[in-house]
């Protein structure tokens, strides 16, 4: 098991997406993976974006509705070789979730 900081790091094994929670730590080949998957929504130092939208969000800085993206960050060590950190889904370039999640209505009868 891979450690750091003394928290477990997620590696290409043990990686799930309906487990990992915002701020634990991933290693580099498991971003890398998602990198090669598509054609990456950004990929700079330091943030990593897989290529296809997520969902979206209303960004309160413009109060526009904007594309969400699964987002690592690199917090140590080289690009490909360092301790990446899960950041949830971002808006484009960024490494912090924020804006809101749309309302979804039902109308009454409908399940």
């Known amino acids: 098991m891979m450690m750091y900081n003394g928290k477990e790091i997620w590696t290409q094994e043990t990686f799930n997406f309906e487990k990992v929670q915002i701020g634990d730590y991933v290693d580099a080949d498991v971003v890398m993976d998602f990198m090669d998957l598509l054609p990456p929504a950004c990929m700079r130092l330091g943030c990593a974006q897989i290529g296809e939208p997520y969902s979206h969000r209303e960004d309160p800085s413009t109060g526009k509705w904007r594309a969400t ?43």
């Open 69 to 111: 993206y699964g987002t690592f960050k690199c917090i140590e060590g080289d690009f490909c070789r360092g301790v990446w950190q899960y950041c949830g889904h971002c808006f484009y370039g960024e490494t912090a979730e924020r804006g809101k999640d749309p309302i979804y209505c039902r109308l009454e009868g409908q399940r």
